[in-house]
């Protein structure tokens, strides 16, 4: 079955670090690949995403991830946080199972950006 | 647009008693989820759809029974509250997951048994 894995469960920074966040999945096809974001008391909200093409893909509020085929890695990165940046972060693939297409999320990572 | 749309918000159930939450969405998307969110354990997919009509189970469908009778609604009910469906639940609609379209989430419902 495919998995997602979130090493880091809570990371704090100060604002101008950079951010890389850690995600891996397992599953032998192919995959298309997610970040989510969910603000404090708010719903998901998609990042970017990864279906096929350039494996450096460039999302919203300058955030970027970049697709790593041979380590099944598509990690989120951001040169500079803010402290507006202070969420959980949700790592999430979607593949082919049985006819149908199961979406599967790590079990995320919460940013906490000092000011 | 109203996108996906949840009720109630919030609710607070006594052990037992039964409930039904609603998750409507105005895209036309063919697939909708039921997930719920704990703390440390990330969403975790209770029923998904895959159509009208259709119902499949999640990862921990147990204590949880939907319904899909029109395209743009997915019920889910709980018939006997436990404390431990004490969660977030959110609904999330796509149009196919494979078809380079991603989910898009309701607001989330805040569920307390007690």
């Known amino acids: 079955a495919q998995s997602v894995s979130q090493h880091n469960h809570h990371v704090i920074l100060s604002e101008a670090a950079s951010l890389e966040l850690g995600c891996n999945y397992s599953y032998g096809g192919t995959v298309n690949l997610f970040w989510y974001v969910q603000y404090p008391g708010q719903h998901l909200q998609l990042l970017l995403k990864?279906?096929?093409?350039?494996?450096l893909v460039k999302g919203i509020k300058g955030f970027e991830a970049e697709f790593i085929k041979s380590k099944f890695s598509f990690n989120l990165r951001k040169p500079s946080v803010q402290w507006s940046d202070t969420a959980e972060y949700f790592c999430a693939v979607t593949a082919q199972r049985g006819g149908y297409q199961k979406v599967t999320f790590g079990t995320g990572t919460k940013l906490q950006v000092i000011p | 647009n109203a996108g996906v749309t949840q009720t109630p918000k919030f609710r607070v159930l006594k052990t037992g008693q039964s409930m039904t939450l609603l998750c409507a969405q105005d895209m036309n998307h063919e697939y909708m989820y039921w997930y719920r969110q704990d703390p440390g354990m990330g969403l975790r997919l209770i029923h998904y759809?895959?159509?009208?009509?259709?119902?499949a189970k999640g990862e921990v469908p147990d204590g949880y029974n939907v319904s899909r009778l029109k395209k743009q609604n997915f019920l889910l009910g709980l018939e006997s509250a436990a404390p431990s469906q004490t969660s977030v639940y959110f609904c999330?609609?796509?149009?196919?997951?494979?078809?380079?379209?991603?989910?898009?989430f309701g607001q989330g419902t805040r569920l307390t048994v007690v």
């Open positions: 999330a609609s796509s149009y196919n997951p494979g078809k380079n379209t991603e989910a898009f």
């Open positions: 759809s895959v159509g009208e009509g259709t119902t």
């Open positions: 990864y279906f096929s093409g350039d494996p």
